[in-house]
């Protein structure tokens, strides 16, 4: 089983939009949606959730007032300024402590010494993930909560059940639409895959992003192909690119040119391939035939 995956310096390359043609065009794929962050891949597939589980990102402490009698241990032992003198009064105490939940990192040291046994230390839940089936296959994707945190820990699991499926019902490629930028997300992605394609578009920061990403991916020594969307817009930057790729030991393997079928498919919630016969499509199955030899 090889696992192929997909990513871009930045969002907006239409790396997601690849990804669901590579979906159309594979055989035997299990598909996962790693963008945690801005997870639209579904938008595309229509998945049919077959499965839906909660994503314990942490924990989280917070004081049972009841039993607190106001020592200030835990306060003191807090590194991240989330304990506070403001709670209600008990039995024994005019004023308790409190725990701020945005503020708490969730650590545990005021659990471990809070020698009256008054904080609780429970999980929490960040988001969901689900096991769906798309019209392509298998699918594992998720939605993580606003402005939670994790989502590292979130795409390997993603990750894990994906091949988890692909293993059980004998497929033997995994496609994944990792996470853009060079972050936790994105690392959580690569690491350990067979093969990475990154996305990017001939523009300044488009170059810049490539550069980023493709140092981040030589660094865990995976294979790595470049392809470019939108090549037609800017020739000169598609050759600096290029040459950048080669001193890199990376290669360009696909060009797509600018199309507006990828908004279009979009708004009709399928893949370019199948939106279109035209040029663009012949450019994504020469791109998808490159990165099939290139396992
Ligand atoms: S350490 Fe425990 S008993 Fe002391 S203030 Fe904190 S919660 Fe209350
Ligand atoms: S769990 Fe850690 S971060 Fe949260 S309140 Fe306790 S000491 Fe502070």
């Known amino acids: 089983m090889k696992e192929l995956v997909v990513i871009s310096?930045?969002?907006?390359?239409?790396?997601?939009?690849?990804?669901?043609?590579?979906?159309?065009?594979?055989?035997?794929?299990?598909?996962?949606?790693?963008?945690?962050?801005?997870?639209?891949?579904?938008?595309?597939?229509?998945?049919?959730?077959?499965?839906?589980?909660?994503?314990?990102?942490?924990?989280?402490?917070?004081?049972?007032?009841?039993?607190c009698i106001g020592c200030g241990k835990c306060e003191d032992v807090c590194n991240f300024d989330a304990v506070f003198f403001n709670g209600q009064a008990n039995d024994v105490v005019e004023k308790t402590y409190t725990i701020d939940p945005i503020a708490c990192e969730g650590c545990g040291v005021c659990t471990y010494f809070c020698q009256n046994d008054a904080i609780e230390f429970k999980d929490t839940v960040n988001g969901q993930w689900f096991i769906s089936d798309t019209r392509f296959g298998p699918m594992v994707h998720a939605k993580l909560g606003i402005a939670e945190e994790n989502s590292g820990k979130l795409v390997s699991l993603i990750r894990k059940e994906t091949k988890r499926i692909a293993e059980e019902q004998k497929k033997d490629l995994i496609i994944v639409d990792g996470s853009p930028g060079i972050g936790c997300p994105v690392i959580a992605s690569i690491t350990?895959?067979?093969?990475?394609?990154?996305?990017?578009?001939?523009?300044?920061?488009?170059?810049?992003?490539?550069?980023?990403?493709?140092?981040?991916?030589?660094?865990?020594?995976?294979?790595?192909?470049?392809?470019?969307n939108k090549f037609d817009l800017n020739?000169?930057?598609?050759?600096?690119?290029?040459?950048?790729?080669?001193?890199?030991?990376?290669?360009?393997?696909?060009?797509?040119?600018?199309?507006?079928?990828?908004?279009?498919?979009?708004?009709?919630?399928?893949?370019?391939?199948?939106?279109?016969?035209?040029?663009?499509?012949?450019d994504i199955k020469a791109l998808w035939r490159n990165v099939t030899y290139a396992f």
Do not use: W
């Open 9 to 67: 310096g930045k969002g907006g390359t239409g790396k997601t939009s690849i990804v669901a043609s590579f979906a159309a065009l594979a055989q035997n794929a299990v598909l996962a949606d790693c963008d945690v962050d801005a997870a639209d891949l579904h938008l595309i597939l229509e998945p049919r959730v077959k499965q839906t589980s909660d994503f314990i990102g942490g924990k989280q402490a917070s004081v049972v007032t009841e039993k």
């Open 192 to 228: 350990g895959a067979d093969i990475v394609l990154i996305v990017t578009e001939p523009t300044l920061s488009g170059k810049h992003d490539l550069e980023r990403v493709a140092e981040l991916a030589a660094g865990f020594n995976i294979p790595t192909l470049i392809a470019i």
């Open 235 to 282: 020739p000169d930057m598609v050759t600096q690119i290029e040459e950048d790729a080669r001193k890199r030991n990376m290669k360009v393997i696909g060009k797509i040119r600018y199309d507006k079928a990828f908004t279009k498919a979009q708004i009709m919630k399928c893949s370019v391939v199948e939106y279109t016969g035209g040029a663009v499509t012949e």
